[in-house]
């Protein structure tokens, strides 16, 4: 079974406009961490917000907050007022506290590809 | 004042060949990754490491290596290079296995096997 699951291959979104990500996880762990990391076209890893499973509010970072609904094991990325610039693809990401010795590696889901369109 | 760098950024090689991707980081981190990202976009865990414990995701081919000179570094050694190889390496470090701590990436290495 997908541990990450990200439903939306690609999105269109107007820009200034908000546009949700949707991401679900899949997890037996109590701890945990829920990561969005954005990829633009130029390749590079960029790390946009984190949740703690322990934590009781939603993430926020600017113009990014993350929807974080435990119950529904959902962590969905908000990005309001789109600019043109956040037209990438978009990684959801977790990581457990004690999978298989992990070492609290990354569990990424399949992506989505964002355009902005002006 | 890179945190995490790789190099080279692109690596265009033979079939058979034997490369090295360099990774390092600044951050004063103590657990490296090796990550690798196919055609698909789809992003996989190769290795963790810390300096104390080696962890290889069993599907990864023992001709892939990781080599640590020291803390700051994790290198990736490919032996006899497949086609099936091509795909961009991403190097990351965080402050130990906590899943609270984010982890840092490198720019990517985009090797090609011809």
């Given at each position: 079974?997908?541990?990450?699951?990200q439903t939306?291959?690609?999105?269109?979104?107007?820009e200034?406009?908000a546009?949700?990500?949707d991401c679900?996880?899949?997890?037996?762990?109590p701890?945990?961490?829920?990561?969005?990391?954005?990829?633009?076209?130029s390749?590079?890893?960029?790390?946009l917000?984190?949740?703690?499973?322990?934590d009781?509010?939603?993430?926020?970072?600017?113009r990014?907050?993350?929807?974080?609904?435990?119950?529904?094991?959902?962590?969905?990325?908000?990005i309001?007022?789109?600019q043109?610039?956040?037209?990438?693809?978009?990684f959801?990401?977790?990581?457990?506290?004690?999978?298989?010795g992990?070492?609290?590696n990354?569990?990424?889901?399949?992506?989505t590809?964002l355009?902005v369109k002006p | 004042?890179?945190?995490?760098s790789?190099?080279p950024k692109y690596?265009?090689t033979?079939m058979?060949?034997?490369?090295?991707i360099k990774?390092?980081?600044?951050?004063?981190?103590?657990?490296m990754?090796?990550?690798?990202q196919?055609?698909?976009?789809?992003?996989?865990?190769?290795?963790?490491?810390?300096?104390?414990?080696?962890?290889?995701?069993?599907?990864?081919p023992n001709r892939f290596?990781?080599k640590?000179?020291d803390k700051a570094?994790?290198?990736?050694h490919i032996?006899?290079?497949?086609l099936?190889?091509?795909?961009v390496y991403?190097?990351?470090s965080?402050?130990g296995?906590s899943?609270?701590n984010?982890?840092?990436f490198?720019?990517g290495t985009?090797l090609t096997?011809?």
């Amino acid at each position: 079974a997908q541990k990450i699951t990200q439903t939306q291959p690609g999105m269109f979104v107007q820009e200034k406009e908000a546009v949700t990500l949707d991401c679900t996880y899949d997890t037996s762990d109590p701890s945990y961490g829920l990561f969005w990391y954005k990829q633009p076209s130029s390749g590079e890893m960029i790390f946009l917000i984190y949740q703690g499973s322990y934590d009781q509010q939603n993430a926020t970072e600017g113009r990014y907050s993350l929807n974080f609904q435990k119950a529904r094991k959902s962590a969905n990325l908000v990005i309001s007022a789109s600019q043109l610039g956040d037209s990438a693809m978009y990684f959801c990401a977790m990581r457990e506290a004690s999978y298989g010795g992990s070492q609290g590696n990354l569990i990424f889901g399949k992506g989505t590809k964002l355009s902005v369109k002006p | 004042d890179t945190a995490v760098s790789q190099t080279p950024k692109y690596l265009v090689t033979q079939m058979g060949n034997d490369k090295s991707i360099k990774c390092e980081q600044n951050l004063g981190h103590d657990t490296m990754y090796w990550y690798k990202q196919d055609s698909k976009k789809f992003l996989k865990i190769m290795f963790s490491y810390n300096n104390k414990e080696l962890i290889i995701n069993e599907t990864v081919p023992n001709r892939f290596s990781p080599k640590s000179p020291d803390k700051a570094h994790l290198n990736l050694h490919i032996n006899s290079l497949e086609l099936g190889d091509s795909a961009v390496y991403f190097c990351a470090s965080s402050l130990g296995g906590s899943p609270y701590n984010e982890q840092f990436f490198g720019p990517g290495t985009r090797l090609t096997v011809l």
